[in-house]
């Protein structure tokens, strides 16, 4: 998890309550938290890239691009809504 046994002792032999521990650990979930919601969104998007194209295509690059700006713009959209609302 990212933390070594003389922090975890140390803290535990600092704060007999566990709260600092219990405040790392909270730390640790949330970071993790949010890595795994970045990764999520990453995968989302490559998904959708990939079910716009198929094996087959003999798209140009520059096709590929404009589909690329256009879910940039659609997500922006979306968190634009997501924020008035």
């Known amino acids: 998890m990212g933390f070594s046994l003389k922090d975890i002792s140390e803290l535990l032999n600092n704060d007999k309550d566990m709260k600092s521990v219990t405040l790392l650990l909270q730390q640790k ?3 993790t938290e949010d890595i795994i919601k970045k990764d999520q969104q990453n995968l989302k998007y490559a998904q959708d890239v990939q079910n716009m194209i ?4 003999n798209s140009q690059i520059q096709k590929l691009l404009d589909i690329e700006h256009a879910m940039e ?3 922006e959209y979306k968190n634009f809504i997501k924020n008035c609302l």
């Open 73 to 75: 713009k659609n997500n």
């Open 29 to 31: 979930i949330n970071t």
């Open 54 to 57: 198929s094996e087959e295509s």
